[in-house]
């Protein structure tokens, strides 16, 4: 096998496209699009942030959700990374999203993403947010049998190396069986 070097990025697959929630001091939600998070434990998730009015938004709220992003929303997802709250103060508005708030956080869901991770702030120091999962909901339409249905929410994922955005493909195994065969 040959190699192609490229250098130290983050480049990695899966990257699920996460839209973190706020809402800052007057009530307004906001809404971006982080690439760098990932859950860390059974009740956290941890996020590579710069500077955003979704930081602003974190200090002086302490809370936060994370949706996933999806196919049906992708352009909505994108948006909301392309354009800066402290530009547009409508910017969730204008991405077409609704928020409601959540019964757990000081924090908005966001109706058109179906699945969130409701959060409050546990640290945020040098760009990295580490969240507490206070719960997860879920709009009943993707929920099968007590379950989150992948086909259902159709999460998309962000590919780093073409800066684009893939759907989930196929069941392909089974988690915590498959390698039984190998014992």
Known sequence: MSRVNFGAKPLM???????????????VPNAMNAAWGITTDFKEITISLSDHKTTDNLVKKGAFTVSLGT?????SCD???????RKVPDKFEKAGFHATKSEFVDAPLI????VALECRV???KDGILIGEIVNV???ESVVTDGNVDVKKVRPIS????????Y??????????KDGAKLK
Do not use: C, R
Not at 71 to 75: P, S
């Open 13 to 27: 697959y899966p990257q699920p496209v996460l839209i973190i929630g706020t809402y800052d001091e007057n009530g």
């Open 71 to 75: 196919e049906e929303q992708v352009v």
């Open 79 to 85: 948006y909301v990374g392309l354009q800066s709250g």
């Open 111 to 114: 109706d058109e993403l179906p």
């Open 122 to 124: 546990k640290s945020f």
């Open 137 to 139: 909901s879920a709009d």
């Open 158 to 165: 962000f590919d780093p190396f073409a800066n684009a955005y």
């Open 167 to 176: 759907g989930i493909g196929e069941k392909v195994g089974n988690a915590f």
